[in-house]
């Protein structure tokens, strides 16, 4: 079966550090794989998107990035953080359009 | 672009009662719909999905959800509430012509349940 582990669970960050969040999937190839950003009280926002290895589409302008160096494997980093990146991050994935999304557990990072 | 709307960002609903959470989205065919469930400090589970067929979809923890395209409306339903039904629901709407099998959030309803 397809699982996906994302960690850390929680992270606090000072401002200027960087950051780097991974996220594995397990049990599948070639999958499409998400980062979105989750504001305390506020909806999901589609961070970057990745069809491939290598191929990452950005959704918002920001002082974040990610990479796909391996088929099952998505990161996301930056080299500065700010405190406005603070947030619950999660992954996800999916094999195809009418499948919907599987989630990880998500990562809580708090910028000091 | 597609939008998705879930007007209630909140509903206190008593155990036992019925619930139902409204989803409205716009886009100009038929999308793919999804409704996502969200405990506290959590990842997303997905309750139920539509994209063809049967208007009304069962889903898994005793929910539906009836898909109605004259009202652009994608309502989660449950006859009965368990307390452990409180958390945040999220509507969901994909685009099948779109690359990268995106989906776009609404902005989620938070469900209360008092005993």
């Known amino acids: 079966s397809q699982t996906i582990h994302q960690w850390p669970a929680t992270l606090v960050q000072p401002v200027g550090s960087p950051l780097s969040l991974e996220c594995t999937v397990e049990g599948t190839s070639n999958p499409n794989l998400y980062w979105y950003r989750q504001a305390a009280g506020r909806g999901l926002q589609l961070l970057f998107y990745?069809?491939?290895?290598?191929?990452i589409s950005s959704e918002v302008p920001q002082n974040l990035s990610a990479s796909r160096p391996q088929d099952r494997q998505f990161i996301l980093s930056s080299k500065k953080l700010l405190l406005s990146d603070s947030g619950f991050y999660l992954c996800?994935?999916?094999?195809?359009?009418?499948?919907?999304?599987?989630f990880g557990s998500g990562t809580r990072l708090t910028v000091v | 672009a597609q939008s998705v709307t879930q007007p209630d960002i909140h509903i206190t609903v008593s155990e036992g009662a019925s619930l139902e959470l409204r989803c409205n989205y716009s886009?100009?065919?038929?999308?793919?719909l999804f409704w996502y469930v969200q405990s506290p400090g959590q990842g997303l589970q997905l309750l139920l999905k539509y994209f063809s067929g049967d208007t009304l979809v069962q889903g898994i923890k005793g929910f539906e959800a009836e898909f109605k395209r004259s009202q652009s409306s994608f309502n989660l339903r449950k006859p009965s509430v368990h307390w452990s039904d409180a958390a945040e629901y999220f509507c969901?709407?994909?685009?099948?012509?779109?690359?990268?099998?995106?989906?776009?959030f609404g902005g989620g309803t938070r469900v209360l349940v008092k005993p």
């Open positions: 886009y100009g065919a038929t999308p793919y």
């Open positions: 990745s069809v491939g290895i290598g191929q």
């Open positions: 969901a709407v994909g685009d099948p012509q779109a690359a990268g099998n995106k989906l776009t």
């Open positions: 996800a994935w999916t094999p195809g359009p009418s499948r919907g999304y599987t």
